[in-house]
């Protein structure tokens, strides 16, 4: 069976930092791509980072690039998101993305891509 997992959803101040955990079971972990969406209320779920089989991060939301980092850790069956100098506009409920892939260096931008989704894990940031 699989599960991906979120964890680490809270209320942050602005400014102030946090790190989200997915952890996946039931599949071969080294052989997913990983990413980290996000959603509010009446709009899309967007993409701002994913990271590859090979650690290669992408990151893709541009209201997020240089406050976000991806840690994958393999052993752990992990990936974290850390993300500093939280905004209001981040408020949102994050998600978790997997999806088993051959490509090595190079992970899926669009959520059609990813088959496996996690619950989701809300965070809001205080003003």
């Known amino acids: 069976q699989v599960q991906v997992e979120e964890s680490g959803g809270t209320i942050v101040q602005t400014g102030g930092s946090l790190e989200l955990s997915c952890t996946i079971s039931?599949?071969?972990?080294?052989?997913?791509?990983m990413g980290w969406f996000r959603q509010t209320p009446g709009n899309k779920r967007e993409l701002l980072a994913c990271?590859?089989?090979?650690?290669?991060?992408?990151n893709i939301l541009e209201s997020v690039k240089g406050r976000v980092t991806l840690i994958r850790d393999n052993g752990a069956n992990t990936v974290y998101l850390q993300m500093h100098d939280m905004k209001p506009e981040d408020t949102a409920m994050y998600y978790c993305?997997?999806?088993?892939?051959?490509?090595?260096?190079?992970?899926?931008?669009?959520?059609?891509?990813?088959?496996?989704w996690g619950q989701g894990t809300q965070v809001t940031v205080s003003s």
């Open positions: 993305a997997a999806t088993a892939t051959s490509a090595v260096f190079n992970c899926p931008r669009s959520g059609n891509d990813y088959l496996y």
């Open positions: 990271i590859s089989r090979s650690l290669q991060t992408t």
């Open positions: 039931g599949l071969n972990f080294g052989g997913l791509a």
